[in-house]
């Protein structure tokens, strides 16, 4: 079946400009995750949905980062006054849900921010 | 406390070697111990898994051995070969609903032909 995808692959924005992110999770998976990963490093927890709502939005560096999922499947990451240092893939994951511990990755989205 | 520690940054191996990496950690909250491998421009991949009841566990040439008491946990990779080449993440997750992955920062493993 299909996996977790993410669009678009690659976004450049200009410094102050406002981008959205989307996720589409496996079907039929319940909890869905947002990372994000500078070059370099490991992916770093922003936060975690399971069904429609935000049960741990720990991970979120400041306000200027929402994230949604209103239907309990897709999911979209905001950020709102984009700043250089936001420059990162952005990483999806799923998984089953309550009881399953397996997290599956999409491809990412590349963001840049000039 | 929530800190993942991997060792080497980078590896180089001959073909056919045994690529070993190495991570530890703090938190003893800790239940869920993955490795995932990414290649260039992808997303990771859930390679092999294990949790903390269990000393060892062997998915073909990918074993991780797990040492509770001592909060360590490596990946060995056997018959290396050059489509290993690759990052690979050891990770860790608490009990609990939520379970966010905290990652180690990486090793990249470059198996030689």
């Known amino acids: 079946g299909a996996g977790v995808s993410q669009t678009p692959s690659n976004k450049v924005t200009e410094k102050g400009k406002y981008v959205e992110l989307r996720c589409d999770p496996i079907?039929?998976?319940?909890?869905l995750y947002w990372y994000r990963q500078s070059l370099g490093q490991g992916p770093e927890f922003l936060i975690y949905f399971q069904g429609t709502g935000a049960a741990d939005d720990s991970g979120l560096p400041n306000d200027r980062f929402f994230a949604v999922r209103p239907e309990g499947s897709v999911s979209t990451l905001k950020i709102q006054r984009t700043e250089r240092g936001d420059s990162a893939v952005y990483l999806c994951a799923s998984s089953p849900g309550t009881g399953s511990v397996e997290q599956y990755f999409g491809p990412g989205t590349r963001l840049t921010v000039t | 406390q929530q800190q993942v520690k991997q060792s080497p940054q980078s590896l180089i191996v001959q073909k056919g070697g045994i690529s070993i990496i190495n991570c530890a950690y703090e938190n003893t909250a800790f239940d869920y111990f993955p490795w995932y491998q990414q290649f260039p421009g992808k997303g990771p991949a859930l390679l092999i898994a294990i949790r903390p009841d269990v000393s060892e566990k062997k998915e073909g040439r990918f074993t991780i051995s797990f040492n509770k008491s001592a909060k360590q946990f490596s990946l060995h990779i056997m018959d290396s070969q050059p489509g290993d080449s690759a990052t690979y993440f050891c990770?860790?997750?608490?009990?609990?609903?939520?379970?966010?992955?905290?990652f180690g920062s990486g090793t990249q493993l470059t198996v030689l032909p």
């Open positions: 079907s039929g998976h319940t909890a």
């Open positions: 990770a860790a997750t608490p009990s609990g609903s939520a379970r966010q992955l905290t």
